[in-house]
């Protein structure tokens, strides 16, 4: 299997453009997370779909923040616009179910905003 | 509500010494426990889980973590450090909501 796989692994932006990451689970895996991680706040909780549905997106930092799961192979997340304080490390894992079974997370992809 | 401690931001030992990462969990109901490690540049990934079946588990690596109910731990530790360990590691628990402590930062010194 490939693991999670996430595109782009750098993004570099402007404040106000729109940034888009992607991600795709592991075949078979009904749980998908994005998870935020800078050095201040250390590795945040955005939001998880089940079986593509949105279950908690209590994280999601605000209205600028938004995120999708339109089939079980593929996830978006969004943000619109843009600020320097969205700079982080964004990360999409998936697991088969909980809350027993690990996450497996992708590489990251590391936000810049400028 | 549950939480996960995570002792030591930050722990420094010497090559071939034993590695002890302190991690405490706060929950009526013992969860099932997770310990991670982030290598630079990289997601995380599993080291090791305890699922109830053996308070001592064995991970990849050479890491081996004790689950001790009464002092609401679960530990990591591997007998001698090498180079290759220095890395984030990563301490989660879960009853259904999957909760994080905030990782330790192992440094190997030569």
């Known amino acids: 299997d490939a693991g999670v796989i996430q595109s782009p692994r750098h993004e570099v932006t402007e404040m106000g453009q729109e940034v888009t990451l992607r991600c795709k689970p592991i075949s078979g895996h009904d749980y998908l997370f994005w998870y935020r991680q800078t050095m201040m706040r250390g590795l945040e909780l955005l939001i998880y779909f089940n079986n593509n549905v949105p279950i908690d997106d209590s994280g999601m930092p605000e209205d600028r923040f938004s995120a999708k799961m339109p089939n079980a192979s593929f996830s978006t997340l969004k943000i619109q616009p843009s600020e320097p304080r969205d700079s982080a490390v964004y990360f999409c894992a998936s697991t088969a179910g909980l809350p027993d079974s690990p996450l497996h997370f992708g590489n990251g992809t590391r936000l810049t905003v400028t | 509500a549950q939480s996960v401690t995570q002792l030591g931001s930050h722990v420094s030992v010497s090559e071939g010494a034993l590695v002890l990462l302190r991690c405490n969990y706060s929950?009526?109901?013992?969860?099932?426990l997770f310990w991670y490690v982030q290598y630079p540049n990289q997601g995380l990934q599993l080291l090791l889980k305890?699922?109830?079946?053996a308070t001592l588990v064995k991970g990849i690596n050479g890491f081996e973590a004790e689950f001790k109910k009464s002092e609401t731990s679960f530990h990591l530790t591997k007998p001698s450090a090498h180079m290759s360990d220095a890395a984030e590691y990563f301490c989660?628990?879960?009853?259904?909501?999957?909760?994080w402590g905030a990782g330790t930062k192992l440094i190997i010194k030569p």
């Open positions: 989660a628990a879960s009853l259904g909501q999957l909760i």
């Open positions: 929950s009526s109901v013992p969860p099932y």
């Open positions: 305890y699922t109830s079946a």
